[in-house]
């Protein structure tokens, strides 16, 4: 059975920093591409940023230059390391996977197949 786990959110002020991990398990065979996405209320769910096999990564213009993604392949673990957190930022944040083939356009939701249960990052000014 797949399984992404996240863990690391957290409340913090901004300026902070905090670093997700997303576990996964269940696999048989390794996603295409993995990423993180996020929801604050009332908005719709945002792609934040990806990484496929192929090796390409993806982020969102609003964090770019803030947050990184990563992943270790022999502990099944994604990450995303935000850095300079605002309090736009606060928001449920949502590891996914997908078995595609081919992704054209990671930060799209539609495209993922496999969702986490989320886990909460509160920025406070």
């Known amino acids: 059975q797949v399984q992404l786990v996240e863990s690391g959110g957290g409340s913090v002020q901004a300026g902070g920093s905090l670093r997700l991990s997303c576990a996964a398990s269940?696999?048989?065979?390794?996603?295409?591409?993995m990423g993180w996405f996020r929801q604050a209320p009332g908005k719709e769910r945002e792609g934040v940023a990806a990484?496929?096999?192929?090796?390409?990564?993806s982020a969102a213009d609003s964090v770019k230059d803030r947050f990184t993604i990563s992943k270790d392949n022999a502990k099944n673990t994604l990450y995303l390391q935000m850095d300079s957190l605002k309090p736009e930022d606060t928001a449920m944040y949502y590891c996914?996977?997908?078995?595609?083939?081919?992704?054209?356009?990671?930060?799209?939701?539609?495209?993922?197949?496999?969702w986490g249960q989320g886990t909460q990052v509160t920025v406070s000014s």
């Open positions: 996914a996977a997908t078995l595609a083939g081919y992704v054209r356009r990671p930060l799209v939701s539609g495209y993922y197949d496999y």
């Open positions: 990484i496929c096999s192929d090796g390409r990564t």
């Open positions: 269940g696999f048989t065979y390794r996603p295409y591409c």
